[in-house]
């Protein structure tokens, strides 16, 4: 607890805190602050909001310092001898949460903190604005803004300001503008609130009416729409813009509105032309404007609805269509005449605006379920109702004359096609409104029909779904329309699939060239993007779908198989062959729901009625039609498998191909195979081996269990594959860990293996995407997650050992040499990254004991399994133990040691590895194959930094069996294990934790492995 001391000025100083409470009432204009400093934290205790008072921070004060290290002065100044300067004191200087030694640094020694309207006074705020902290930051902010704000509210009282000058802090303001600009976009977001709070009294009072530093207004600008800033930021940001533009200046006194919407209108288009104008750069066009940029838009109307002032602008439907259908020519803050790009960028701004306007309100008026799709509420108030339905009115009456205007504009009919799904189902069904429906539904289905954008595509698919749904009188329209759509799609691919592959540079009447192979492409692309938003087969599918599926397999196929032969249209076949299992996936999708959907309506009826008998007599009735249907799904998803696997049992022919990355068959090629391991991802999360124990026999006849196959497939694209690249990551990375977590009771351990082996890489996200995957699998089964371990160590283990250097021949030049050197250290680096591998998936286990309770009795075989298999000896072709190949697996005790750790703790789990430790040694060394020189070496480097890890000082100090009975006694010292060398690896591996001892292949690269030698030999 740090004391406070408390003095006035010429009072005595052992006058009592009742007395100086006492004597600070009786003050005309003045109100003692009491403080406390407790734990670190300043904190005021007690303040008459009628009176102000200054107070000022020191290290000591007039007539002596303080009396101890934990006394801090709070010196007073006389009241009297200052009322000729100002009556009105501030106090907003020392924030919360200040440190007592950061309290005696604020200022140099013998400074005081004052704040009265002086630059003699004001000047210290320049220190305070570039202090370290944060917290004194925004104090000296506060404490600028203060004086304006107090002015500010006494003027909205009708009271007398008193003396307060803002002028007087004029000089100061502008010159600390720049500091105060750059708090703006401080490191600590606390800072930029109140920086554009002082911004703005400054713009207000006109102090910044001649600054023209246009870099700086910028940046000031920019914060309203900045994506890193606060709300609250952006809210004081659009306010500093909305100073500056001319269409919200204040009328004058005589001046009389004519056209109200006009004015609002006016201020609308003011707020797009600066925002077209903030967002476009040199270099931007209409074509080029990201709409990413453009959803800027999108804060400046939540910043207007939070301002009481504007907020009616965005709910003012008629005024923002006039705006856009105006087209008035875009201005600049400074209200000069922007140039051509900028003024058609603000024709998308306007567009986002009404777009962001209509969420914004439809998700606070509307239904809470509205714009999720779920069911509507029936509690509604007739007010929020009222003003959804006029907000639907005025968007569908003028949405038609909107898409005829922006015909040609892709990215003007992208948020087009997103407003009627905004529009609620009771107006679609008023009579004076049916002719505008029906010229919105048919501009969207000829737009769907037509476009060749995806993002358009989406939005149109969305809308129609929108009006086809619900029970409104013009749903049956709509669902024409969409029957219409897909009738027409199905003709188009069913056409294009026939046409003939030709090598031939000139193509024929009914063989593939590039027209027709991108009209295929686009047609399944529009038909993929229906079917996924849509149940169209279902409802507005004509003919045999398994039909349909099966053509449109073949035409892939056909299209894989001949990707390596001349004159193929490769850069439009990818589109085809990508969007073909697309399309197969969203029909198994819809089909295996419809099972699922049919079994919860079977259960929840029969937990509702007692029809045990009525129900067993309509499930023998539907036996021979559930049959058909798990056929059918069954025949689907396996076209479908079929089809994913010629894609990624595609091969390049010859290195030269390989070596082509940017040739048109490595793009088919990464196209095709990245589209086939993302299919097959959700193929085994729909069809999830977990469903062969439904209680539906449809269901289980539906589960994907035979995917060996397909894995093996699988597992070698994902280890070809940069796994740097971001797209891996979120790609191939991501599809595979979703389906593991999904199917994680029936996992493939050398799958699960696959994922875990990136945790140590180059790319950080694949890295954290692992740990994430690491944690799931570890609360769901943490036996099998030790499994996967394991084969994940195993299979880079495996890799590492197929990757040694070439030998050298006998008579080597010194480029091979050099070669050689090379590759050994690459090899010694990919060994070291094992072990990086193992130590980072040991640690995820746990951070001082396992998180999962249920792996401490698997640890130890885990571990046991680890050293079975270093000992273990490779098969030959004839199945026997490869004698050149003895040993080579020593090193993999490396890879199992960091899992040591987890056992060190546990006595029976420690000697149960230190007896399988010396029963493999024992067996090791009686073998056949075993030499000294050779494999003694090896064992000694790999094998006593291994058990010495939880060997007890006994066996630290005891010689190694050296078994008499195969090589008789050990004669020599130089034949036994030093203790002591032992204990110093030991040493160097504790400091270096689980990572690679420095030096631990110095003994074995002369050696080198058994098999190596040999081949020497």
């Given at each position: 607890m740090v004391e406070i001391v408390v003095r006035l000025k010429g009072v005595p100083e052992t006058t009592s805190l009742d007395e100086l409470r006492k004597m600070a009432a009786h003050a005309p204009c003045t109100t003692l602050i009491l403080c406390s400093l407790d734990s670190g934290h300043l904190s005021i205790g007690e303040q008459r909001q009628e009176k102000k008072c200054l107070f000022l921070l020191t290290n000591g004060r007039t007539g002596g310092p303080a009396s101890s290290e934990n006394e801090v002065v709070v010196e007073v100044l006389d009241f009297y001898s200052q009322l000729e300067h100002s009556q009105d004191f501030f106090l907003p200087m020392v924030g919360e949460q200040r440190q007592e030694k950061k309290l005696r640094s604020l200022l140099p020694n013998g400074t005081h903190v004052c704040l009265f309207l002086a630059d003699k006074y004001l000047k210290y705020f320049d220190r305070m604005l570039s202090d370290l902290s944060p917290t004194v930051r925004v104090a000296a902010l506060a404490g600028l803004t203060l004086p304006f704000q107090t002015v500010e509210q006494r003027s909205f009282n009708n009271s007398d300001n008193g003396s307060i000058d803002l002028q007087q802090m004029q000089n100061v303001c502008m010159k600390f503008l720049p500091r105060v600009a750059d708090c703006c976009i401080d490191i600590n977001a606390s800072v930029h609130a109140p920086a554009m709070k002082l911004l703005l009294c400054l713009l207000k009072e006109g102090f910044l009416d001649e600054f023209e530093d246009e870099q700086v207004w910028d940046q000031i600008n920019f914060c309203a729409i900045s994506p890193t800033a606060s709300v609250e930021m952006r809210k004081n940001a659009l306010e500093f813009v909305i100073e500056q533009l001319e269409a919200f200046d204040d009328l004058e006194d005589n001046e009389v509105v004519v056209d109200e919407e006009r004015t609002v209108v006016a201020k609308i288009d003011a707020i797009a032309s600066w925002v077209a104008h903030a967002i476009t750069g040199e270099k931007t066009t209409v074509a080029n404007a990201k709409l990413a940029q453009v959803s800027f838009a999108d804060y400046v109307v939540q910043s207007l609805r939070s301002i009481d002032e504007h907020s009616s602008i965005t709910t003012n439907w008629s005024a923002q269509l006039r705006a856009i259908n105006e087209h008035s020519v875009a201005t600049t803050t400074s209200n000069t005449t922007a140039d051509k790009k900028t003024d058609a960028v603000k024709q998308l701004v306007l567009m986002r605006m009404l777009m962001a306007s209509v969420k914004e309100e439809v998700g606070s008026v509307g239904d809470a379920d509205f714009l999720t799709g779920g069911k509507k509420s029936k509690a509604k108030k007739n007010k929020t109702n009222t003003s959804h339905e006029k907000l639907s009115i005025e968007l569908l009456k003028a949405l038609p004359a909107l898409f005829v205007k922006f015909s040609g504009d892709s990215k003007m009919l992208q948020q087009l096609a997103s407003l009627p799904r905004y529009l609620i189902h009771s107006?679609?069904?008023?009579?004076?409104?049916?002719?505008?429906?029906?010229?919105?539904?048919?501009?969207?289905?000829?737009?769907?029909?037509?476009?060749?954008?995806?993002?358009?595509?989406?939005?149109?698919?969305?809308?129609?779904?929108?009006?086809?749904?619900?029970?409104?009188?013009?749903?049956?329209?709509?669902?024409?329309?969409?029957?219409?759509?897909?009738?027409?799609?199905?003709?188009?691919?069913?056409?294009?699939?026939?046409?003939?592959?030709?090598?031939?540079?000139?193509?024929?009447?009914?063989?593939?060239?590039?027209?027709?192979?991108?009209?295929?492409?686009?047609?399944?692309?529009?038909?993929?993007?229906?079917?996924?938003?849509?149940?169209?087969?279902?409802?507005?599918?004509?003919?045999?779908?398994?039909?349909?599926?099966?053509?449109?397999?073949?035409?892939?196929?056909?299209?894989?198989?001949?990707?390596?032969?001349?004159?193929?249209?490769?850069?439009?076949?990818?589109?085809?062959?990508?969007?073909?299992?697309?399309?197969?996936?969203?029909?198994?999708?819809?089909?295996?729901?419809?099972?699922?959907?049919?079994?919860?309506?079977?259960?929840?009826?029969?937990?509702?009625?007692?029809?045990?008998?009525?129900?067993?007599?309509?499930?023998?009735?539907?036996?021979?039609?559930?049959?058909?249907?798990?056929?059918?799904?069954?025949?689907?998803?396996?076209?479908?498998?079929?089809?994913?696997?010629?894609?990624?049992?595609?091969?390049?022919?010859?290195?030269?191909?390989?070596?082509?990355?940017?040739?048109?068959?490595?793009?088919?090629?990464?196209?095709?195979?990245?589209?086939?391991?993302?299919?097959?991802?959700?193929?085994?999360?729909?069809?999830?081996?977990?469903?062969?124990?439904?209680?539906?026999?449809?269901?289980?006849?539906?589960?994907?269990?035979?995917?060996?196959?397909?894995?093996?497939?699988?597992?070698?694209?994902?280890?070809?594959?940069?796994?740097?690249?971001?797209?891996?990551?979120?790609?191939?990375?991501?599809?595979?860990?979703?389906?593991?977590?999904?199917?994680?009771?029936?996992?493939?351990?050398?799958?699960?293996?696959?994922?875990?082996?990136?945790?140590?890489?180059?790319?950080?996200?694949?890295?954290?995407?692992?740990?994430?995957?690491?944690?799931?699998?570890?609360?769901?089964?943490?036996?099998?997650?030790?499994?996967?371990?394991?084969?994940?160590?195993?299979?880079?283990?495996?890799?590492?050992?197929?990757?040694?250097?070439?030998?050298?021949?006998?008579?080597p030049t010194e480029e091979e040499v050099e070669r050689y050197t090379e590759e050994e250290h690459e090899h010694e680096d990919k060994y070291n990254a094992i072990r990086t591998q193992a130590s980072k998936l040991s640690s995820s286990l746990g951070v001082t004991k396992l998180s999962n309770p249920k792996m401490s009795p698997a640890m130890v075989g885990f571990v046991r399994e680890g050293l079975r298999y270093a000992f273990s000896c490779p098969k030959n072709d004839a199945g026997e133990d490869d004698q050149e190949q003895f040993g080579d697996r020593l090193s993999f005790l490396g890879a199992v040691k960091p899992y040591l750790s987890w056992i060190k703790k546990e006595v029976g789990g420690k000697r149960e590895i230190e007896g399988e430790y010396e029963s493999r040694e024992r067996e090791f060394r009686s073998s056949l194959f075993f030499q000294e020189d050779v494999h003694g070496e090896i064992l000694k480097a790999f094998g006593d930094d291994f058990i010495n890890t939880i060997v007890t000082k006994k066996r630290k100090e005891a010689p190694v069996d050296t078994h008499e009975d195969v090589f008789g006694p050990a004669d020599t010292e130089s034949e036994k294990p030093s203790s002591k060398a032992s204990s110093s690896m030991l040493s160097i591996a504790e400091e270096k934790g689980d990572e690679v001892v420095d030096g631990m292949f110095d003994g074995v690269k002369e050696k080198g492995s058994e098999s190596k030698r040999r081949k020497k030999q």
């Open positions: 107006v679609f069904s008023l009579p004076q409104r049916k002719a505008d429906f029906t010229k919105v539904l048919k501009e969207i289905r000829e737009l769907y029909v037509k476009s060749t954008e995806e993002a358009v595509l989406t939005q149109c698919a969305m809308s129609l779904a929108h009006m086809a749904g619900g029970s409104h009188a013009r749903a049956v329209d709509a669902s024409k329309q969409m029957m219409s759509i897909v009738e027409t799609l199905k003709g188009k691919i069913s056409d294009l699939a026939a046409f003939k592959l030709s090598n031939g540079k000139k193509k024929k009447k009914g063989e593939v060239d590039a027209d027709s192979e991108f009209a295929l492409g686009l047609a399944l692309t529009q038909f993929r993007i229906l079917a996924k938003r849509v149940d169209i087969f279902d409802k507005f599918f004509d003919g045999d779908v398994e039909e349909f599926v099966t053509t449109i397999k073949e035409c892939a196929e056909k299209r894989i198989e001949k990707c390596k032969d001349s004159n193929q249209t490769l850069e439009e076949s990818k589109v085809v062959v990508k969007e073909a299992m697309n399309v197969n996936l969203a029909i198994l999708a819809w089909k295996v729901t419809t099972l699922h959907a049919g079994e919860d309506d079977k259960m929840a009826e029969e937990a509702n009625e007692d029809l045990m008998g009525d129900v067993a007599g309509a499930d023998d009735e539907n036996d021979a039609d559930a049959g058909d249907q798990a056929s059918a799904i069954v025949s689907i998803r396996d076209h479908l498998v079929e089809l994913c696997t010629d894609a990624l049992e595609l091969k390049a022919d010859g290195e030269a191909w390989e070596e082509d990355t940017t040739s048109e068959f490595a793009i088919f090629k990464a196209t095709v195979q990245k589209a086939a391991c993302e299919s097959v991802s959700d193929v085994r999360s729909i069809c999830a081996k977990g469903l062969k124990n439904a209680a539906n026999s449809t269901l289980r006849a539906v589960a994907f269990t035979d995917d060996s196959k397909l894995l093996t497939c699988l597992t070698k694209y994902v280890k070809s594959l940069d796994k740097s690249s971001k797209a891996f990551t979120n790609g191939p990375l991501l599809a595979i860990a979703r389906d593991l977590v999904a199917n994680w009771d029936v996992v493939n351990r050398r799958e699960a293996g696959v994922v875990l082996s990136n945790i140590n890489g180059s790319n950080p996200a694949a890295s954290k995407l692992v740990s994430a995957f690491i944690k799931i699998a570890k609360n769901k089964d943490g036996v099998k997650l030790l499994e996967a371990h394991m084969a994940s160590l195993r299979s880079t283990y495996e890799d590492w050992q197929n990757t040694q250097p070439e030998d050298l021949p006998e008579k």
